[in-house]
């Protein structure tokens, strides 16, 4: 399963319909970053809805790495993911 980071810059009254949609596939991070193991499928359908709803002057960004295992992640400070335990 790959191992997505999404990074969106868009208009400011626009960051909460795109936090609410990556939020369905995606590990809420830092303001518009997420990250996290997603499926082929439901990568495809994620990438569908970023296309449908972006407008002109906005951008995404989706990083895919083939696992997690390839992935040298560091943290200084507290770690946002260890949240996602207790979801």
Do not use: C, W
Not at 25 to 52: A, M
């Amino acid at each position: 399963m790959p191992y997505v980071i999404a990074v969106y810059d868009v208009e400011a009254d626009r960051t909460r319909l795109f936090l609410k949609l990556f939020r369905r596939y995606l590990t809420h991070i830092q303001n518009s970053v997420l990250e996290g193991q997603i499926t082929e499928g439901r990568l495809e359908r994620l990438r569908g809805e970023v296309d449908d709803i972006l407008e002109p002057g906005e951008s995404v960004l989706i990083y895919r790495v083939s696992s997690d295992d390839y992935v040298d992640r560091t943290v200084f400070g507290t770690d946002p993911k260890a949240d996602d335990t207790f979801l």
